[in-house]
């Protein structure tokens, strides 16, 4: 099968793989008819994720036909369209019988700190990803979700990761009537949090990120103010001004390991490598908010340690909510967002590539060219 | 003002934002929101007290030390081999995941790997299509130009460090070969 391998920071191509095949009574293995890159995709691409190694599939954002099932999979069958979360969970452990899907401790051996995750690196587990042909799904009678039939392949694949990564972090952030919310990133899971904030209630919303075509889909597809913190001088001081000196209820981050703004932090991270990810966001974050406020992070960081301004934090008397997201949990709330038009998944996909093309992709998103939010992948050559 | 008790006033009426935004407040009972309790205990499961059957380990499996047994299911992608795996085996072996000594080993396996990888590539006559695998083909048609200058993105200060993470690797093996080339010829003009 063809499928994305992992080259070395900054470089992939596209290789000639074997296919899966079934491991494990409760594996499945899933055709993919549609992937997505995701913005911690390029954490991996960049080198930022110990234990990723050279011939490694990326993507834990896919959609596609259950191809083959093991003995043991009953609520599954060939042919059945499915999403599968970013999350590879067993259902049974300590932490899953306790809805904490993203916190499994069945299936990654290379680490209890974090749970499985396809396409990954080893860190998580070892899985080779969905930015392929096909894909090897564990526990597949417990992650995959057969796609409503009113719903479409490019609505469903961001609600595996990205759409309910932002809608978890607005949770996180509990947000009540009338709350003063900043979302910093306007990423695909920073906008799905700005438009989450509002179902839950926000008074106000406001986008931080420098990009302005971003800040543009903020602004209409999101309903958010905005900021362009390349365009201040002082990005805390500028939000505390805009919230009459008191500061935001609720700052969820959405930017995470790379984040720019911040030319020191910026490059010991995400180039040199010697912090576990640039902890401008949440540094804001941490400044940006009330005294007793929320603070929600979203942003993918790495395992190592970060410059995090931990005094303030503890100062102003914060809370600090984040998780990977159990997305399994958030699904028959979003299908009933997604139905009712409150949000709209396909609209972050901004652009698509065939599978032969992704390292074209990659570039794309990674340097942000062409307006792109967001790209999906094709297999089998589709454009 | 925070100096007084009263929150800010908002620009807009709930009933502003409901007539604005498509479901403006349809979760503002925490009991809609999925992550609401943080934990939903399932006593089914909790009672049931299963393990999952154990997936085959056709080869020793690495895993952290943290770990009381090999999970029940792991990925099987990429396993250790040569110099770098055995970086990666004392990694997890040896430091748990505590300690920095764990991961600046593994990240130091991912380098000795993609040196390993791109010089045995080179060695096999199919060296990298860096053209190809650094994606900068995608540059054309994507209005590379109007895509860096018509934004105010922060991201231009240090864009210039991308091709040296790229080339950095090769030209620091390339530099110790023309070196070394020097030192062989000077020696055998002697």
Known sequence: MRAMTYRGPYKIRVEEKDRPRIEHPRDAIVRVTLATICGSDLHLYHGLMPDTRIGHTFGHEFVGIVDEVGPAVENLQVGDRVLVPFNVYCGTCFFCARGLYSNCHNVNPNATAVGGIYGYSHTTGGYDGGQAEYVRVPFADVGPTLIPEWMSDRDAVPLTDAVSTGYFGAQLADVVEGDVVVVLGAGPVGLTAARSSWLMGAGRVIVVDHLDYRLEKARTWAYAETVNFSQVKDVVLTLKRMTDGLGADAVIDAVGAEADGNLLQHVTAAKLKLQGGSPIALNWAIDAVRKGGTVSVMGAYGPMFSAVKFGDAMNKGLTLRMNQTPVKRQLPRLFEHVRNGFITPSDLLTHTFPLDDIAEAYHVFATKLDGCVKPAIVPGGGQ | ?190
Do not use: C, N
């Open chain 2, 1 to 190: 003002m925070p100096y007084t008790a009263r929150k800010p006033p908002l620009p807009e009426t709930p009933e502003q934002l409901r007539a604005r935004i498509p479901g403006w407040g349809v979760d503002l009972d925490p009991r809609d929101r999925p992550a609401f309790p943080r934990e939903v205990p399932d006593e089914a499961v909790i009672a049931a007290d299963a393990l999952p059957e154990a997936q085959p380990e056709d080869r020793p499996r690495e895993r952290s030390i943290e770990h009381m047994r090999l999970t029940p299911v792991f990925g099987t992608a990429q396993p250790l081999h040569g110099v770098s795996g055995a970086v990666r085996r004392l990694a997890y072996a040896r430091f748990s995941e505590a300690r920095a000594a764990h991961w600046l080993l593994l990240l130091a396996g991912d380098r000795i790997e993609s040196a390993g990888a791109h010089v045995t590539a080179l060695l096999q006559g199919k060296p990298d299509d860096l053209l190809r695998e650094t994606g900068v083909l995608g540059e054309v048609g994507a209005h590379p130009v109007r895509s860096r200058t018509g934004e105010h993105r922060a991201d231009l200060a240090h864009a210039p460090l991308d091709p040296l993470v790229v080339v950095g690797p090769w030209l620091v093996p390339a530099a110790l070969a023309v070196l070394g080339v020097r030192a062989v010829l000077r020696r055998a003009r002697r």
